[in-house]
C-alpha cells in the first residue's frame, strides 16, 4: 500500500494524533516496525514498544492513555479495536498473502497434482493446493480454499468460503469398536461430515466421519491445528478452539465458544453456549449453564479452581513452616527422555 | 438393506418384543432415528430417546427394563451386546461405506495418484489411497487398506487386514540425539516399525522407527487419531487408545490395555496387561501390576486419585469456611489468546 | 561394517576390556544383541542386561563398574559417553539408512511425485521425498532433507542441513481472528517461517507463519513429531522440544532448553535459556531466571511442584487415617469412550 495515515484514518473512520501526512507502505510487529509502516497495540503487555518505535504510525484503541511521551516521528491512529483495524487493513492493503492467498505462481483453482474424485461437486471460485484429495461423493461450496496435502474424504460437505489449512484430514473414519472374541470387531463408520459456511481448520486437524449420521461443524466456526474431533461431534456456530484439543465422539460443544489449547473433552459430554475453556483443562461433566469460564482437570468454575490451587499451595507452605521434612522425588527429574537408548 | 425385524432376530438369535413384521431399510443414532429404521440403545445416558423414538426397531440389551413403556410403533430387538449387534449388522447390510469403503468411484486397488517404490511387497487385495506414499522395501500384508495421504517410511512392516487413516506416519525417524559441542548431533534411525495383524492406526497418527531393531505394534491393536507411539516402543496386543496420546521411546505397553486420550507414556515405562489408563494421565513410573485402573500425573489407582482430589477439595472449602480470604489471581484468564498481537 | 573391537576402539579413542580380536559386523540394541553384534549401555535400568548378553561387545562409560561378572564372549569398550559413540557408529557404519537415508530405490533428489514450485530456490544436495509440496517463493538452504509428504508454505525459508519428517507442515496460516459482528473476521496472515541451519522437525509437527513478520527457529532446534508451533513464537538455537507440546502465539523460547512431551506454553510466554521442562507442564507465566527446572500447571520449580504434591497425598492419608469416610465418585471411570453410541 501507499496510503497517508489520514487516508487510513478516514477510511476506518479513527482520529489522527500526530503527523496525518506520514507515508505508511508496509505492516509489521510493533516490535520491528521501521519508519515507513504501520503497526498496531493491542496486547498492554507490548505497551513499552510504543515509546520507542520507529513505526511511522500505531492503531490504538480510543480508551489508549501513553504514561509518557511516544515518539514525534510517529502518528498514533485512534480507533474502538486496534486489533480489528489491523486486520481490515491488512486484509484490504496486504501485498503478500499467506498460506490461503490466491495470488503468486502456485494459485491455479485445482492443482494439477491434486486428486479430486469425479463424481465430488465443487463449488464456484473453489481453490484445491497441490497434492489435495477430495474423495468421492464430497460437495464443496463457492470459495471454499483448500490448502498443500489436505484430504477430504468420501461423501463429506464443506460449506462456502471455508479456509482449510495444509494437512487438515476430514473424513477419517471414527474411533469404534466392539470387544468380540477377545479382541475388538470395527464398527462401520457410516456417516459424514458437514462443515457450515466460513468455518478455518487448521493444519493437521483431524475430524472423523460419524458412525451414523453426521459429524457437524456449524457455522463460523474456527479450528487451531492438530485438533482432534471425534465422530458424531456437533460444534456449534462461531466457537473458537485452540491446538491439539480433542473432543471424544458424541460431545455436543455450543455456540460461541472460546476453548484454549490440548482442552480434553469426554465423550458424549455437553458444553453450553459461550463457555470459556482454560487450556489443558479436561471437561468430564457436561456444562450446562452457559458464559461459564472453567479450568482444570476435571474442570469446574475457574475460581474455584484458583481458589484450590491456592489452598494448596499454603499447606505445602505451613508444613514447610512446620519444618517437616519432605523429600522430594527424582529432582532431576528427565524431562525429556532425549537422550536414552 | 430390506429386512423385517424378526429377519433381523433371527439372524442374531435375538428376541422381538413388538411387531416383527416391521421393514427395516436403514440405520440411525437414536436420536435422529425415523420409521423404517433401526437403531440401538447401549449406552444409558441416552434411554429417554426409547421413550419417543419414531424408529422401526431398537436393538436393547437381555437386562434392559423400560422404565415406562416404549412406542408402539417401535419394535426392541434383544441381544447379548446391543453394540456388536449394530456393528455386525452394519458391516454385512450398510449400504454406503465409511472411509475405509472399497466402493465407489476412488476405489482403485493402487491409486494412480499414490506412489508405491517398486522394491515394496505388496499383499493381495490391499487398497492404496490417493496420495499414499509407500517407500522401499515396504513390505504390506493381504487385504490391508492404507487412506489417502498415508506415509509408510522405509522397510517397515505392516501386518494382513490393517486400516490406516488418512494421514497416518509410519516409519519417520525416532527423536534421538546424542549431546555433543553445546548441541546435539543425530542419532541414526536404522531399525523400523512392525504393525502385526488387524491393527488399526488414526488420521495423522505416527508411529516412529527404532534406532536399531523394530518399534513393535501387536495384533488387533487400535489406535486412535493424532497419537505419538516413539521409538522402539511396543504395544501388545488388542490394546487400545483414545486420540492424541503419546507413548516415549522404548516404552512397553501390555495387552488389552484401554488407554484414555491425551494420556503420556514416559520413555522405558512398562505397563502391565490389561491396564485401563483414564484419559489425559500421566505414567511417570512403571505399573507393574496387570488389570489396575490408574489416573492422574503422575498415574496412581483411580480411586487413591478420586480420594486425594476430594481431599483437596475438602481442604479448600475448610478453608473458605473460615472464612480466610483467598485472592484469586488473573480472574479472566484468557482461555484462548485467539485475538492479541 | 566389519570391524575388530580393537579397531572401533582406536577409532573412538576408547578401551577394551576383553577379547579386542571379536568382530562386529553390525549394532542391535542390549536386548536383543547377539554374537556378532556391537551395543551399548548409557541408561542404568538397562544394566541387568549386560551380565546376560550376547552381544560381542558393549559400549560402557568409563565410570560403568559392572556389579557382578560379564560374559566372557563379551568385550567392553569403554569411552566417555557410550551413547554418542553409538551414535557416530551407527552414522559412520550403519549399513542401512533410516526415513532419512539416501541410499535406496526412492533416493532421487526431487522425487517426481513431489510438486516444487519454480519460483522456490531450493539448494544443493537438497533432497525431496515422495509427494512433498514446496509452495512458491520457498528458500531451502543446501543439504536439507524433506521427507514424504511434507509441505513448506509460501515464502518459508529453510537453512542448510536440515531433516524435515514425513508430513510435517511448515507455514500454514497462523490462527488470528478479530471479534465482528458476533462471530469472526480473519486477521491475515502475511509473514513466513524461517528455520535456522541444522534444525529437525518431526513427523506431523506443524509451525504456523506469522501475522508479520517471522515465526523463526534458530540453529540446531529438534522438534519431535505432532508439535504445533504457533505464529510467531521464536525458538532459540539448540532448544529440543519432545512430541505433542505446544507453544501458542508469539512466545519466545530460549535457547539449549529441554522441553519434554505435550507440554503447554501460553501465549507471548517467555522461556529463559536453558530452562528444562517436565512433560505434561502448563507453562502460563514467563521464566525469567535461566537454568531452572519446571514442572506442573501451572509450571514451578520442580522441587516445590513435588513438595506440593507430597504435602496432598500427606493430607489425604491424614484424613483417611482419621477415618473419615470419602465417597469416590465414578469408580469404574470410562478411560476411553471407546465403545458407546
Known amino acids: 500500500m501507499e496510503q497517508t495515515v489520514a487516508e487510513l484514518a478516514q477510511w476506518l473512520k479513527g482520529r489522527v494524533e500526530g503527523d496525518g501526512q506520514l507515508t505508511l507502505s508496509s505492516f509489521a510487529g510493533i516490535e520491528e516496525a521501521v519508519a ?21 504510525a500505531v492503531l490504538v484503541s480510543d480508551e489508549f492513555v ?44 485445482v492443482h494439477p497434482s491434486a486428486f479430486v ?5 465443487v463449488g464456484k471460485n473453489v481453490r484445491i ?15 471454499t480454499k483448500l490448502g498443500s496435502g489436505v484430504v477430504i474424504a468420501k461423501r463429506c460437505v464443506i460449506g462456502k468460503d471455508c479456509i482449510l489449512q495444509a494437512g487438515a484430514i476430514v473424513g477419517a473414519d471414527g474411533f469404534g469398536f466392539a470387544p468380540a472374541d477377545g479382541g475388538y470387531t470395527k464398527v462401520p463408520q457410516l456417516g459424514n461430515v458437514v462443515i457450515g459456511d466460513r468455518c478455518e481448520v487448521g493444519a493437521g486437524t483431524t475430524i ?8 457437524v461443524l456449524g457455522e463460523g466456526v474456527k479450528l487451531d491445528n492438530l485438533i482432534q474431533v471425534g ?8 466457537t473458537v478452539i485452540a ?20 482442552v480434553g473433552i469426554g465423550g458424549h459430554i455437553k458444553v453450553a453456549d459461550r463457555t470459556k475453556i482454560a487450556a489443558k483443562s479436561g471437561v468430564s461433566a457436561s456444562i450446562l ?31 514447610a513452616s512446620l519444618h517437616l521434612r519432605i523429600d522430594a522425588v527424582s529432582p532431576e527429574a528427565e524431562a525429556t527422555n532425549l537422550t536414552n537408548n
Chains 1, 2, 3 share one sequence.
Open 66 to 109: 501513553a504514561s509518557r511521551p511516544t515518539p514525534k516521528t510517529t502518528a498514533l491512529l485512534r480507533v474502538g479495536n486496534p486489533y480489528e483495524a489491523m486486520a481490515l487493513l491488512m486484509a484490504k492493503f496486504g501485498s503478500e498473502g499467506g498460506a490461503d492467498d490466491d495470488s503468486g505462481e502456485s494459485a491455479s483453482m
Open 117 to 121: 474424485d469425479e463424481s465430488a461437486q
Open 208 to 215: 472423523d466421519r460419524a458412525t451414523l449420521g453426521s459429524t
Open 36 to 56: 515507513g509502516q504501520l503497526t498496531f497495540l493491542a496486547n498492554p503487555a507490548y505497551e513499552e514498544f510504543i515509546y520507542t518505535t520507529s513505526a511511522s
Open 231 to 238: 465422530h458424531n461431534v456437533t460444534i456449534g456456530d462461531h
Open 243 to 262: 491446538a491439539q484439543t480433542g473432543i471424544a465422539g458424541s460431545a455436543k460443544v455450543g455456540t460461541h465458544c472460546m476453548i484454549g489449547g490440548q
Open 289 to 319: 449453564e452457559s458464559g461459564q469460564i472453567v479450568q482444570g482437570n476435571p474442570a469446574i468454575p475457574i475460581r474455584k479452581h484458583q481458589r484450590i490451587q491456592l489452598a494448596v499451595r499454603k499447606l505445602e507452605a505451613e508444613l
Open 129 to 143: 493446493g497441490p497434492l489435495a484429495v477430495v474423495e468421492a461423493g464430497v460437495v464443496i461450496g463457492d470459495g
